[in-house]
Structures are given as C-alpha cells and as structure tokens.
C-alpha cells in the first residue's frame, strides 16, 4: 500500500520561510510528477508546484520566485522550499504522486496525502 506523509507546516510570520517534506512509502517501482496543491478556506485546491521524474519543474504564477520544489528520485521523497511567506499563502498543501508504479498490481495510480496546515500570519 502506497501512502504520503507530509511534514513541516506550521504557523510562520509574514516573510518567513518553510519547508514542506513529503515520503511516499511502499513497494514502489517508479512515480511520475510529485507536486504540491494548497486548498484554502472557501477555495478549490489549486497546484503549487510539480516537479518531474526528470526534475523539470512548474509554478503557480503566484508562488513564482519565491517556493522551490526539489526531489530526490532514490528516496522517493519532495520538497517545497517556502520563502518570502505571505497571508495568502495560508491553506493546507498537500503532497501529490502521480503515475505510482508499485506493488502489488504495478498499475499506475495516483495518490494524495493528508495535508499540513500553512498560516501565514503575524
């Protein structure tokens, strides 16, 4: 069973940086794009940031210039790099993994985790 765990949101003041972290774990043989979505109060969830097996990578415009996504293909991992914090960045972000490979039907799936809560407030 493939599962995503999310890690390190918090409360940060306006400016401030974060870093999200996100491990797929399970038989896993391969995964597509990785991302992060956010999903503020009233709002639909939106894309943040994906990144590719490859490492080529794509922004929201409204986080351009400030997250970073990285990952590492080896330990199935991905991260977002938060700078320059605002108060509309608040929402909860989710880690996404798209076109999993992985024991035990070896058909791609997509799958999400549960989320972390992001404030952005002073």
């Known amino acids: 069973q493939v599962q995503l765990v999310e890690s390190g949101g918090g409360l940060v003041q306006p400016g401030r940086s974060l870093r999200l972290d996100c491990a797929a774990s399970g038989s896993i043989f391969s995964i597509g794009a990785m991302g992060w979505y956010r999903q503020a109060p009233g709002k639909q969830r939106e894309l943040v940031a994906t990144?590719?097996?490859?490492?080529?990578?794509n922004y929201a415009d409204a986080v351009k210039g400030r997250f970073t996504i990285s990952r590492d293909n080896a330990k199935n991992t991905v991260a977002l790099q938060m700078n320059s914090l605002k108060p509309e960045d608040t929402a909860v972000y989710y880690c996404?993994?798209?076109?999993?490979?992985?024991?035990?039907?070896?058909?791609?799936?997509?799958?999400w985790g549960r989320g972390t809560q992001v404030t952005v407030s002073s």
């Open positions: 996404n993994a798209a076109r999993v490979v992985a024991q035990p039907n070896f058909v791609p799936t997509d799958y």
């Open positions: 990144i590719t097996s490859r490492t080529s990578t």
